[in-house]
């Protein structure tokens, strides 16, 4: 089941369309203009005999899903109501709420909540996504298993925000004057959400205890004029975000994340560091198509949430993602 | 406690020895150079009141660990009865015997007999390293783990072997006539053991049917004069290895796994590349130290081999790997 048909939501339906021994037994969203439309329309185009409802308690009861995709929010406070709702009706549940994906630091009381309601309930329950959930925590945490020694850690995103949906480029703050940008930080409105939860869980998996996390978030400002199909951005304006998030352990960053989105980027890539021994330098040359790998990461977790031991679960308690290509049916653990 | 303690089990003990929450109880090696040696003088030049043994049998009833690794070989059939010996001391156990890291292929009957005996007696077996187990493998799997169609898994692994041990220099045939490498090829002598193993958990991993893997080995031959530390290789003769592995679905080459591993090597790296969407190419600039990286691995999955269920494991079964800091067991699970 779909809970939650925006942009990312409608691009896991897209997918999961694509996949064998899946079959999609409803879809929620509130927005008016979706409700009652025929779920495969507006994500792909075409019918599927699905259609979209508001009214999510009942579509629980009826349909009995065993797992559901969840997509409807950042944050968790604002999500929680309906995680409990869904663990509620006995469903495991993968959500791309960013805050999610590693809960127990800024939302400790929530987390145990949830992990709780979870065992009673049966079933497993996971944040993830391509960042966070893949490229700056996930990674770099298994980067690190080759490693006898690690004394920093550090993540470079940069993209080419060119390629990007509209909404995407607005969320960056392209083609704002550095007054706009400003207000628009202070409001809370462009800004990464999950590295603090990126930075927690690359913390644990090492048994780093940090003092603290600091973030900052800046504006990368166009040397020249530069363009994407949607935005036109004037030199000294914002062409995007330059983000950064230390994890901060007896006075010294540790841990270093670093998030670059902005139109006309000449080399887009991820780059993980490990100072340790050995070294290890990994980049993704290009980068990784946030869209794609968003929906990518979700569904190919389908198998392992349904195999996982009840509880809240994240990437690093869950084996290697990975991609799987026929039945499903093969991938899940007979009991 | 440690058992096979050759150059892979001494740097194995080395990691170990500075790992908190870790005691080792008790050694086992067959030479008798170095039976009744400190395990301590051995791997690391200083005493640690450890005295190896060739009884494994007696020594397992004795000390009775809790975890055992083990390095005495690569081939599954040789090792096969330490592996019992060990399961039946009620011991988990890593491995770094090569066939042991996806054993199903090549020895289905070995592996249902491993896993019916582990599951009987409520331990955990796993065969690791750098290689198989990670590099060529493991991290290629986890790339795919954002990509929503895999066309085609490329692994290189392109090694500068002048930095490496003699062991490994004489292993690859560096300084070797083309007639020698031949004869040496054909004796089964030069050859990375455990593509097959790669090759098939890859498989495994994405639900892919492979008709066939196919292997090819050849000399990387020396175009000008090449020295190391311990060999002088002429212009025309083999500066090492160029071996290559196929995983053949419908007739196509799916999975291809190359290692170059040769004196003179210009620009080691490992390089993974997923032709599919979003295509992936992952690069570790200057490639992962093999000796450091291999003990990491073991050592680091200690908690992960303990936490798991009974049974036979794979790497692509168990939660992420990472490196893990202060002691080991704040990352066991309780009961």
Redesign the interface.
């Known amino acids: 089941m779909h809970y939650g048909i925006g942009p990312i939501g409608a691009g896991l339906v897209k997918?999961v369309l694509?996949k064998e021994g899946i079959k999609i037994v409803g879809a929620v969203d509130v927005d008016k203009n979706k409700v009652g439309k025929d779920l495969g329309e507006l994500a792909v185009g075409k019918s599927i005999g699905v259609k979209i409802t508001d009214d999510a308690k009942g579509l629980l009861r009826r349909a009995k899903p065993d797992i559901v995709l969840h997509s409807t929010g950042s944050y968790l406070r604002e999500v929680k109501p309906q995680l409990f709702q869904i663990m509620d009706a006995g469903a495991d549940l993968i959500s791309t709420c960013e805050e999610l994906s590693y809960p127990f630091l800024k939302h400790p009381d929530i987390a145990k909540e949830l992990d709780r309601r979870a065992r009673k309930k049966g079933v497993t329950i996971l944040g993830t996504g391509?960042n966070p959930g893949?490229?700056m925590d996930?990674?770099a945490?298994?980067a690190?298993?080759?490693?006898?020694?690690?004394k920093k850690v550090s993540s470079f995103r940069i993209q080419d925000a060119s390629v990007r949906r509209l909404p995407f480029q607005k969320k960056i703050g392209a083609g704002l004057t550095l007054d706009e940008f400003k207000r628009k930080v202070a409001e809370g409105t462009i800004r990464h959400v999950g590295f603090a939860e990126s930075i927690a869980m690359i913390a644990s998996?090492?048994?780093?205890k940090l003092d603290q996390i600091e973030e900052s978030v800046e504006p990368k400002i166009a040397e020249k004029p530069v363009a994407s199909e949607h935005i036109n951005v004037e030199a000294g304006q914002a062409a995007g975000v330059d983000q950064n998030a230390w994890g901060i352990m007896n006075g010294e960053k540790v841990i270093t994340l670093n998030l670059q989105a902005y139109l006309g980027c000449p080399e887009p890539k991820e780059l993980t560091i490990i100072d340790?021994?050995?070294?290890?330098?990994?980049?993704?040359?290009?980068g990784?198509?946030g869209d794609?790998?968003t929906?990518?990461?979700v569904?190919?977790c389908i198998p392992r949430v349904i195999n996982a031991q009840p509880g809240l679960s994240t990437?690093?308690?869950?084996?290697?993602?990975?991609?799987?290509?026929?039945d499903s049916s093969?991938?899940i653990k007979k009991r």
């Open positions: 997918y694509q391509v893949f490229v996930t990674l945490i298994t690190t298993g080759v490693c006898q020694d690690v998996a090492l048994g780093w340790g021994n050995p070294p290890i330098e990994l980049a993704i040359k290009g990784v198509h794609i790998a929906s990518a990461v569904v190919n990437m690093k308690d869950l084996p290697v993602p990975s991609a799987w290509f026929g093969q991938f």
